[in-house]
Structure formats: C-alpha cells, structure tokens
C-alpha cells in the first residue's frame, strides 16, 4: 500500500510548479532544435531573438540557464551553485532520454552546436 502513495512533496505546490518550469524547458529546447525549419517569419524572429536572450543569459550566469536555476529552487529550495551541485539540464536531458551519463562539458557543446546553428540558420532564411 506505501508503494502506491505519492511522495510527500509531490503534492507541493513548489514541486508542481518545478515541473512546469521543467516542461517549458523541454519546449524551449524543442524549439530551438525544431524552429528554425519553420516556415513562418515570426518562429524564425523568435528562435534568433531567443537564441541571442539565451546566449546572453549563458555568459551572465556562466552558463547556468535560469530556467535551470528556477527549477532548481523550486524543487530543492537552492540552486545547484549555491549548494556545491553541478547540474546541466542538457546533460540530465540528454540521460534520460539514452540512458547513458553524459558529462557537463558535452551537454554544453551539444548546447552551444544546437543554439547557434539555430540561430546562424534562422538569420540566413530571414536575409533570403
């Protein structure tokens, strides 16, 4: 009986809500892989808007998405710098989708490859 009741902090609203923030990184990721392929101007304007808001959120927080860092609290109460933990949504994305431990330093290559081809690709469709 014990197995089938929810975790405690599960019925958090904080819990909750870290999962929605989860979600919407999912879907930012998503449309960074996906956008540039759209055939609208405006998905276009917003992935290369988005990518260069991304790209100056990285170098501020030296490279912690604040998405990341929102969730984290959300769900911990701290940040994954201010407790010692050094987490990377991409790499724990990329884990749960293969199964395999992908370390920090490739997470943030796949990142940075995906983010500026999206970005160099969408400019190149909006000049033609």
Known sequence: MALLAPPPR????RFRASLVVRAVHVGVVVFFMLGWMAPWR??????LVGALLTQLNWWVTHNRCVLTMLEE????GSTA???????????????SLTGRVFPNWLAHV????????????SAVRLLT
């Open 10 to 13: 599960a019925l958090s609203w």
């Open 42 to 47: 405006g998905a276009l304007w917003a992935v």
């Open 73 to 76: 609290w959300l769900r911990d």
């Open 81 to 95: 710098a201010s407790s010692g933990r050094d987490t990377n949504f991409v790499a724990r994305l990329m884990t």
């Open 110 to 121: 796949v990142a940075y490859v995906v983010l500026w081809f999206a970005l160099i690709v």
